[in-house]
């Protein structure tokens, strides 16, 4: 055997490890999906879901309404974009091992449907929670002019014009638009512009807050009062910054890796089939975690919040509470109404000594 003969065996040989890899990797993702999927329409359902009965009437602030466009947005990628990619994935894996096409094919129609739906839900979701964030700068820089500036009409229009243009966007492909063209815009304006914005407003947040605090300390005081006060404000301080860092590397983390691979992907020529299966397989991990966004938003945002949890368990725990309550209401009611009968009685009584 020549060297030429072996180089071929050699190239053979990774190129065979480099399909069973990326075979692995994608029933691995698809599986990883499946479960994504259900976390997310979970735990965005249950949001909506507590924000739509609201037991104790906390969430009527406008600010509100960007919570259930976001959750919406990833309620929807969840049902809708989230279980048919990870079927795609599957039926890729099943064809390959049992060489049936046929769920392949069916498949394959319906991500390109869902495809379409995702550019809608997926900007909408970053877009409303860039939205949110300055609406948070706005509180923290002008608290008096918040309630003038963000009112329900504003966010509510806000909200509804974000999922008008994701939507128009999203249909471009069908006016037929180019698709390199197409995609270039997604990838710099939508990818690359909100994780920059986004970042510029953490940024915007942390300073706003920052010169409250500062304001807060310069008014000096000696007493203990205000000691104490300094330390709370200091605490609070710590851990609105370690939140802030906390969101914005989650956001970071989540986005970044599709927005590289997306870069590669325009950069680099499509004549080598090593490079192209190496970056199918990274888009796979790379979609593994920005799929997982959708799934940890609410808890980010919303469920790590008292108000957001002690509203659900209301309503999870309403029946149980409604029979607890009612026995004691209508035991009590019973004597108060026994207790005022009698009470008449006895009014009448004297009454009517006093008359005789």
Not at 4 to 30: F, M, N, P
Not at 258 to 269: K, P
Request: glycine fraction near 4%; charge should be positive; charged fraction near 15%.
């Amino acid at each position: 055997m020549n060297s030429s003969d072996e180089d071929y065996q050699r190239i053979l040989k990774d190129w065979k490890g480099l399909v069973d890899t990326y075979y692995h990797v994608d029933i691995a993702s698809g599986i990883f999906l499946a479960v994504v999927s259900l976390l997310t329409i979970f735990g965005n359902g249950l949001l909506l879901l507590a924000i739509g009965r609201d037991p104790f009437k906390t969430f009527r602030t406008p600010v509100t309404f960007f919570i259930i466009g976001l959750a919406a947005a990833d309620f929807l990628t969840g049902i809708t974009v989230c279980p048919i990619y990870a079927l795609h994935l599957i039926a890729v894996y099943s064809a390959m091992k049992n060489s049936d096409s046929a769920l392949l094919q069916g498949t394959a129609k319906a991500t390109k449907i869902s495809h379409h739906i995702s550019l809608a839900t997926m900007n909408s979701s970053y877009i409303i929670l860039l939205l949110f964030t300055w609406s948070q700068f706005t509180a923290i820089s002008f608290p008096h002019k918040h309630r003038v500036l963000v009112t329900k009409r504003r966010v509510v229009g806000c909200v509804i014009s974000t999922w008008l243009y994701s939507t128009t966007f999203a249909i471009l492909p069908l006016m037929k638009v180019p698709e390199t063209t197409f995609w270039k815009i997604d990838l710099y304006f939508h990818t690359t512009g909100s994780l920059f914005f986004l970042a510029v407003a953490y940024f915007c947040l942390y300073k706003a807050f920052r010169r409250q605090v500062r304001r807060l300390h310069s008014l000096k005081s000696n007493n203990t009062l205000a000691i104490q006060q300094r330390q709370r404000r200091t605490r609070r301080e710590r851990q609105f910054t370690v939140v802030n860092l906390l969101l914005l590397t989650f956001v970071i983390s989540c986005t970044v890796p599709t927005a590289v691979v997306s870069y590669l992907f325009f950069q680099w020529d499509n004549k080598n089939p090593f490079r192209n299966l190496k970056l199918q397989i990274a888009t796979l991990i790379a979609n593994d975690v920005l799929f997982l966004k959708f799934a940890l938003d609410p808890l980010i945002y919303a469920w790590r919040l008292v108000q957001y949890r002690r509203a659900l368990k209301s309503i999870l725990l309403c029946n149980r509470r409604r029979n607890d309550v009612d026995e004691p209401f209508s035991y009590t009611m019973n004597n108060q109404t026994l207790a005022s009968f009698r009470g008449r009685e006895i009014s009448r009584g004297v009454a009517n000594l006093g008359n005789g």
